[in-house]
């Protein structure tokens, strides 16, 4: 991967609902750290847009700390514009939705009921493919407690929705996958509909897989 120039989004996102409480999810940081990591060692050029994860980031790495979707949308649009990167790679788990109102202080806790209505914001990889049709697009997919036939109907799905070139599917219903977890199992499914297994790994080890797939692909892209 010398030379290459690689875009990865990892962590979560968060969606404030006052100054102190906000909608974000599960996701740790942990597999778009390994990945990263990956990419540096085999002398890629990377940078990595981190959402509010707890992983550390790899020393040494361009690193664009982000909190929310819309910021992370912002950070990733503004790379691809400013560099031509050669593949992104979107495994961050950024909210879908935001609070259509946002207060400006914390609500006072008296309430007996408060309703909360969410707007959905936008899908990250489809904003990266609409401004460059040619960067090679790893996306993700994170599915709970579905069958494996309906995880890559789904995941399948997505990739032609959103045009990506591959993607990254899990459960992240099942033990030891998944967020916060440090070890998954993935299918990755492309245009084709070809699928590559990865059996229930650590995710330094299903990182480094992940890539071999990704350089394969990409080399005849």
């Not at 990892?10 to 990956?38: L, V």
Request: proline content about 4%.
């Amino acid at each position: 991967m010398e030379g290459l120039k690689i875009l990865i989004t990892g962590g979560p996102t968060r969606e404030y609902i006052d100054r102190i409480r906000f909608i974000t999810n599960r996701s740790s940081g942990k597999m778009a750290t390994e990945m990263a990591k990956e990419c540096l060692k085999r002398k890629a050029k990377v940078t990595f847009i981190y959402g509010k994860g707890y992983i550390s980031p790899p020393e040494k790495i361009k690193l664009i700390n982000v909190e929310t979707t819309k910021q992370m949308l912002s950070a990733v649009l503004s790379e691809i514009k400013l560099w031509k990167y050669d593949i992104f790679i979107s495994v961050a788990a950024p909210c879908d939705y935001q609070p259509i109102k946002i207060f400006p202080q914390k609500v006072p806790s008296i309430l007996k009921k408060w309703k909360i209505e969410l707007n959905p914001l936008p899908k990250i990889v489809s904003e990266a493919r609409r401004i460059d049709s040619e960067i090679f697009i790893v996306g993700f997919k994170a599915e709970y407690k579905i069958s494996k036939k309906e995880l890559l109907k789904r995941a399948y799905q997505k990739l032609k929705k959103d045009k990506l070139n591959l993607i990254v599917a899990n459960d992240v219903g099942k033990v030891q996958r998944g967020f916060e977890s440090d070890t998954n199992e993935v299918y990755m499914v492309n245009s084709k509909k070809e699928i590559s297994h990865i059996s229930l790994s650590s995710k330094r080890k299903v990182a480094k897989r992940i890539l071999d797939v990704v350089i394969s692909q990409f080399s005849n892209h």
